[in-house]
């Protein structure tokens, strides 16, 4: 059973960065999607960046283009999401995904296309 648990959330002003991590433990192929949501109090969950296993290839949401990063590191079965430049609409709980399934650029923002998710670590950006 493939399970996801994000850490690095927190609180921070506008401009400030943070680091997210998931640690993915009982994965058993090497070939998957990582992806990163976010939801926002009363709003639906909404995608934010997606990375594929199989040729590095990564996507990001137009909102977040340009001030964070999704990376990897095989070596500790982590992924993580570098926020720069943080803005008070970034406030939101941020879930890792895992998907196991070989999906096409269009499809990485799908939600529905995850399987396995985190429990979510809380990132609020206030001055």
């Known amino acids: 059973q493939v399970q996801l648990e994000e850490s690095g959330g927190g609180l921070v002003q506008p401009g400030g960065s943070l680091r997210l991590s998931c640690v993915v433990s009982?994965?058993?192929?090497?070939?998957?999607?990582m992806g990163w949501f976010r939801q926002a109090p009363g709003k639906e969950r909404e995608f934010v960046a997606a990375?594929?296993?199989?040729?590095?290839?990564?996507r990001y949401s137009d909102s977040v283009k340009g001030r964070f990063t999704v990376s990897r590191d095989n070596a500790r079965n982590t992924h993580h999401l570098q926020m720069d430049g943080l803005k008070p609409e970034d406030t939101a709980v941020y879930f890792c995904?895992?998907?196991?399934?070989?999906?096409?650029?269009?499809?990485?923002?799908?939600?529905?296309?995850?399987?396995?998710w985190g429990q979510g670590t809380q990132v609020t950006v206030s001055s």
């Open positions: 995904a895992e998907s196991s399934r070989y999906l096409i650029v269009s499809a990485l923002s799908l939600n529905h296309m995850y399987d396995h």
């Open positions: 009982g994965r058993t192929s090497s070939s998957y999607v």
């Open positions: 990375i594929r296993s199989y040729d590095r290839h990564t």
